[in-house]
């Protein structure tokens, strides 16, 4: 099974800065890694596939990068919106699929 | 619009049985994978179980493995997922979730609102 650790736990950061996120794995999921965020209550929402394809309707500011072992999700100019719960998804070794801890961003 | 929607969980006692459903509309269902995918009370994510387009394919998760059965009916547009010999540690809000493509073997880009699931005697 991969294991993913993501990091830091929480991230405090202030609107209009940028946070940096960290996933990684404990084998090389390739480029097959995904980006998702969670509002309280919500259904997690996918942001970024392939790691660095946005999906469709997520704003320019979600960016993906890294392969192998080490990925970043990076949110430029933190918005009042963006302020939940990430998670990163491996789908390259499966049985089962495997998602990090979650990174929570909070407003500073 | 791509909608997936989950039947009503409940509360059900230890060792019982309880069958969830999930409703999709906006899409051609018989050309996508779907997942099933849970979540503790203030845990993060755990997937559970997929299955291919045309039903062929299925995997699960270990921890449930054996006790639960997903299933779909493409004439009907509804995924199923049966779950046996409940334990105190399936409680948590079940997530149907779309696999962009016919094999199952990806994330999910449209997921449903969720439905609870409460083990307890």
Redesign the interface.
Known sequence: EVVMTQSPATLSVSPGERATLSCRTSQSVSSNLAWYQQKPGRAPRLLIYGASTRATGIPARFSGDGSGTDFTLTINSLQSEDFAVYYCQQYNSWPPYTFGQGTKVEIK | QVQLVESEGGVVQPGRSLRLSCAASGFTFSNYGI?W?RQAPGK????VA?ISSDGSHK????SVRGRFTISRDNSKNTLSLQMNSLRAEDTAVY?C?RD?RGDG??????????ALVAVSS
Not at chain 2, 105 to 114: I, L, M, P, S, V
């Open positions: 997942h995918v993060g994510l755990e997937w997929v995997h699960y998760a270990d997530y979730a962009p073997y990806n994330y999910a880009d449209y997921w449903g609102q969720g």
